[in-house]
């Protein structure tokens, strides 16, 4: 037989000796070094096997010579037998439990001597370890060595391998075959979790509320004139300071509920609207000569101050002008069309002395105030129909109809306008020329950019009155529409029409209305609310509002169709609209009390708030079915250059053709 291999050695404690009395004897203390001389002594072993036969009772303790101690054979014979088994009869059947003859030969191998470090002796003493688990709980040979003495299945676990080991101690890696399906598992798992938990909402959400460019060049950012703000803040849609019961409000129509779309409350200090510095609004730096203003309009002149939006105008010197005012809107950045739009506001100066110009109001963004080239043919048209209201004067080469030939204030021609220049009578070869729509019958969308004003304030006698009035074209003859009270309604005693109806640059529906004359900045500056409610549309309405309560309303079949000037209808306005507030001053709008005026005057306004119909919401500059980016784009320094008045003159452009007075191709 082979010897079996080598295997470590180590050192065991002896059992517990037995006394006399059979209680076990308590095993003596720990010495102090392992090789001090031990009390009692105790036998160093050789090897595992002969430590495992010191602790087994089927194990008959050694002889120096490695073979069974005869005197303990004893201990062999298992519980049952009578007699340990014959040495000279090997093939006798070993009882269960025993071990048979060859085992002892296995285990009798003799083991290399340990020597002391300090002598020659091939055995020395150690004091005892204590009992070993085996001797505690009396483990057999079968559980503590095995069933077999060759190798085991793990034995490469326990085995030292130095390459194996050396490759180890340098770090594996991950990018084993199990590994990376391992981490593909936990990707799969994390980009499902995600795609469940946070994309599908989001795509959910997206599908079902398609992103709208809200008239800028990007979604829901960059505005029409190409700006980013460059402030943080607080820059959505609808004011985050704007109290939660304003988010909607009844309709002064018809009482059906209207949903905030927009508002800007000015509760942060220190704003300033030069271009650029705001998403929504942008000062301007020009002179409005239209209407002969004696002040020049600077972005210095615009700030937020303890809540409110302050427009200065001060007796400053400016380019050859006397005064110095401020002019602001949300052109081409925030439009809508249709709804509500309400102001909380203090009016400047007193009401017992004229002048001053506060103002809010309304205008197509197809047109930008200030911008004479932009607004040349498109202002103040609301118009939809190819016929003589397109045409320049809105007369015929032959001078008819006569009721626009001398139907203005006495005798004169009825309009100066050069003509509808987005008409409904544009030739289809100029369609590069013409922002669309075209219609289903083939012909384009008349286009233009209308005027709405929400107030324009004014002292006359000593008096302030609030002008609230929306600005057409073409003209009826003599500028009088059908106010008759189906068509002008007056919800309030405190307004009534205008004498005022028109002249050659323009026809006006306008009311006027006795106002809280405490209301102004050098009074007891009280706060008012004005605004307008309105519906597009040849069927719709504009009913204007202060303090809080209907003041009058225009329906839309007071602008008809007039036999007279031969015109059909002019619908209330269509076009996206956007928001203008100024203050300056005017011999054209009110007689200038020059003497009275104290300077610097200051127009506040606490809070701007747009509302439309839950079912209707129609917000943005470049709204489907109305678009003007493109035409913005492609005319830009019209819209940017204010020193450019007319569109043919000054910018060497021309009107698309108009098929009443050019031969189209088609």
Request: glycine share 10%; hydrophobic share 30%; net charge negative.
């Amino acid at each position: 037989m082979s010897r079996r291999p080598q295997q470590q050695y180590s050192f065991a404690a002896p059992a517990a000796a037995v006394s006399s009395s059979g209680r076990p004897r308590q095993p003596p203390p720990r010495q102090g070094t392992a090789f001090a001389q031990p009390s009692p002594p105790t036998t160093l072993l050789h090897s595992p096997l002969q430590q495992q036969q010191q602790r087994r009772p089927y194990a008959a303790p050694l002889t120096p010579s490695g073979s069974p101690n005869p005197s303990q054979t004893s201990l062999l014979i298992p519980p049952g037998q009578k007699g340990p088994p014959s040495p000279s009869s090997p093939a006798s059947p070993s009882p269960k439990g025993s071990v048979p003859p060859h085992a002892h030969a296995m285990l009798a191998p003799r083991a290399p001597e340990l020597k002391s470090k300090t002598s020659d002796s091939s055995l020395r003493t150690v004091p005892s370890l204590g009992a070993s688990i085996a001797d505690k709980y009396s483990l057999d040979y079968f559980t503590t060595i095995g069933a077999h003495s060759g190798p085991e299945p793990d034995d490469f676990i326990h085995n030292p391998d130095p390459r194996r080991d050396r490759k180890n101690d340098r770090g594996g890696t991950i990018f084993t075959q199990r590994g990376v399906a391992n981490l593909g598992c936990l990707v799969f798992l994390t980009v499902g979790l995600v795609a469940l938990f946070a994309g599908y909402p989001v795509i959910t959400w997206f599908m079902n509320h398609p992103m709208s460019t809200l008239g800028a060049y990007n979604l829901g950012g960059t505005n029409g004139s190409g700006q980013v703000p460059t402030m943080t803040g607080n820059w959505d849609l609808i004011d985050k300071d704007t109290p939660q019961e304003a988010y909607t409000i009844a309709s002064y129509q018809d009482g059906s509920e209207y949903e905030l779309v927009f508002s800007d409350e000015f509760n942060q200090d220190g704003r300033t609207f030069y271009p650029g510095d705001d998403p929504y609004w942008e000062a301007v730096n020009l002179h409005y000569w239209g209407t002969v203003d004696l002040e020049w309009y600077d972005p210095e002149q615009i700030t937020t101050k303890d809540g409110n939006l302050v427009i200065t105008l001060d007796e400053k010197p400016r380019d050859n002008l006397n005064y110095t005012g401020g002019m602001m809107s949300t052109w081409n950045k925030f439009c809508f069309t249709g709804g509500l739009i309400m102001v909380n506001a203090s009016m400047p100066g007193s009401s017992s002395v004229g002048g001053l110009w506060p103002a809010v109001w309304t205008m197509g963004n197809l047109g930008r105030a200030g911008y004479g080239a932009s607004l040349d043919g498109m202002w103040p048209y609301s118009y939809d129909t190819c016929d003589v209201g397109t045409l320049p004067n809105q007369t015929r080469a032959d001078g008819t109809p006569d009721a626009a030939a001398t139907g203005g204030w006495e005798g004169e021609p009825l309009s100066y306008l050069p003509g509808q220049r987005l008409s409904a009578c544009t030739c289809a070869e100029d369609d590069a020329l013409h922002p669309g729509p075209i219609k289903s019958d083939g012909t384009y969308k008349g286009r233009s950019a209308p005027e709405i004003d929400i107030v324009e304030m004014q002292v006359e006698k000593n008096i302030a009155h609030a002008s609230m009035s929306a600005q057409f074209a073409p003209y009826d003859a003599k500028y009088t529409w059908d106010n008759s009270s189906a068509n002008a309604i007056f919800h309030s005693n405190l307004f009534k029409l205008n004498s005022y109806r028109g002249g050659i640059w323009q026809e006006t529906t306008s009311g006027v209305g006795l106002v809280d004359q405490d209301c102004f900045e050098l009074l007891t500056g009280c706060y008012k609310t004005y605004g307008f409610d309105y519906k597009p549309g040849n069927d719709g309405y504009i009913t204007w509002v202060y303090d809080d309560a209907p003041a009058w309303t225009v329906m839309a079949a007071g602008l008809g169709p007039n036999l007279d000037t031969e015109i059909g209808q002019r619908p209330i306005p269509e076009e996206p609209m956007y928001i203008i507030t100024n203050l300056g001053i005017s011999k054209g709008f009110s007689p200038v009390e020059f003497d009275e005026l104290t300077f610097p005057v200051h127009f506040k306004i606490d809070w701007i708030r747009v509302y439309q119909p839950k079912d209707a919401k129609n917000v943005g500059c470049d709204p489907d079915g109305f678009p003007t980016t493109p035409y913005i784009n492609q005319y830009i320094e019209a819209y940017t250059n204010p020193n450019l008045t007319t569109w043919i003159d000054d910018y060497g452009q021309r009107f698309p053709k108009n098929s009443l007075l050019d031969d189209c191709k088609q």
